[in-house]
């Protein structure tokens, strides 16, 4: 039976944090268990994009200098890094208060610009991958993802934070060749098996409900989360959100890929009570996606699959949703050649991967479900 910690913390206050992380470390095991002296260890947190740590859109640097200092002390050779959507990892870094968080404690930054392709034999769907160097120079990865909903996948978290381990141009490859959202998990579920993090540690003292990743709305769920075991924590999270978590393809797939599992009877929750933490008016998309099959036709696309959608009134015309469209030619452009005006959609080009969404600075832009499918009942919330 895999095991889920949850711990209660309320506040990124460090002794309070670096108690939590010690507690929940101890009750899977201890910190022992996942990195011995020696061992070149990567800290892996979410590094979405360059935010400061009130906007939640990346891991605190509470919890990231808790669980380096934890390892540090074990004896492990610390690195960290991540692959932004755009601006770099260093500079995402310091703007996050990551890269401060990692000099107090004497931590390097690895190599997520340079990367090496990988064969890897055992991939179900995908068996090549481009992978940072920084990973591949490591013994072993630890996991520290932020607690946030997602346009394509519902929320994101610990199985889909290691899509950061692949540089940042070459993820909106994986987009185009891959829209349908379940060919794209399959791509997550292999690059996870590969990589084989160790261990994972989810921030959700303050998580981040409605249009996340990035434009969503701070939510304090006063909590950190520990497993080895992805799945588990995932659908934990889901629990927590009052989110079905078959509704989620990266715990869907990921358990029929391997990973871990997600059946209640399967996990033993230790630490604080599953129940303190349950949050039912968490805003989080909660019907199924429509993926997979007849959905993923073009044809069918437009009638059933929600459409990203530009807020005129909160666009500032950056061009960021534009930069980040990854199909060609793009499908959200400034098609009339008119750059002091929002850009607008092309829909029959649109892949719905939510790029433009997920990285949009202003929260600009949302998703609309179609009329058919509000019509079948299919827009719940």
Request: net charge positive; with cysteine.
């Amino acid at each position: 039976m895999t095991k889920v910690a949850l711990v209660r913390c309320e506040t990124y206050g460090y002794d309070m944090v670096k108690a939590a992380v010690e507690r929940g470390l101890d009750l899977i095991g201890g910190p022992g268990i996942f990195a011995r002296p020696g061992e070149k260890i990567l800290l892996k947190p979410n590094l979405l994009v360059g935010e400061p740590p009130e906007k939640c859109v990346t891991t605190h640097p509470a919890v990231f200098k808790a669980v380096a200092e934890v390892f540090k002390n074990v004896g492990a050779v610390l690195s960290y890094g991540d692959s932004p959507g755009f601006l770099g990892t260093e500079r995402a870094a310091k703007i996050s208060g990551i890269k401060d968080a990692a000099e107090e404690t004497g931590i390097s930054m690895a190599d997520f610009h340079n990367r090496e392709e990988v064969f890897f034999k055992d991939g179900i769907q995908n068996k090549k991958f481009q992978i940072a160097k920084g990973v591949l120079e490591s013994d072993g990865l630890i996991s520290l993802p932020k607690l946030k909903t997602h346009g394509l996948t519902r929320m994101t978290g610990c199985v889909k934070n290691q899509f950061g381990c692949i540089p940042g141009p070459l993820k909106g490859e994986f987009h185009v060749k891959l829209p349908d959202v379940n060919k794209f998990t399959g791509m997550l579920v292999d690059l996870n098996n590969f990589i084989k993090p160790r261990l994972f540690v989810m921030d959700g003292i303050i998580a981040m409900e409605g249009n996340g990743p990035r434009g969503g709305t701070p939510k304090k769920l006063n909590v950190l989360l520990f497993s080895s075991d992805p799945v588990a924590l995932d659908a934990t999270v889901c629990r927590i959100i009052n989110l079905n978590p078959e509704f989620v393809p990266t715990i869907k797939f990921g358990k029929e890929g391997g990973l871990g599992t997600y059946l209640e009877d399967e996990i033993e929750i230790v630490g604080d009570d599953l129940k303190s933490f349950i949050d039912v008016d968490f805003k989080v998309k909660r019907e199924p996606g429509a993926t997979g099959g007849w959905s993923s036709l073009k044809v069918f696309r437009n009638f059933f699959v929600p459409k990203p959608y530009i807020d005129k009134n909160k666009c500032v015309k950056c061009g960021v949703c534009v930069k980040m469209c990854p199909v060609n030619p793009k499908a959200v452009d400034w098609h009339d050649g008119v750059k002091n005006t929002p850009p607008s959609y092309i829909y029959e080009r649109c892949i719905r991967c939510y790029c433009c969404q997920e990285l949009c600075p202003e929260s600009a832009i949302r998703l609309r479900v179609p009329p058919l499918r509000r019509l079948l009942g299919r827009n719940g919330h």
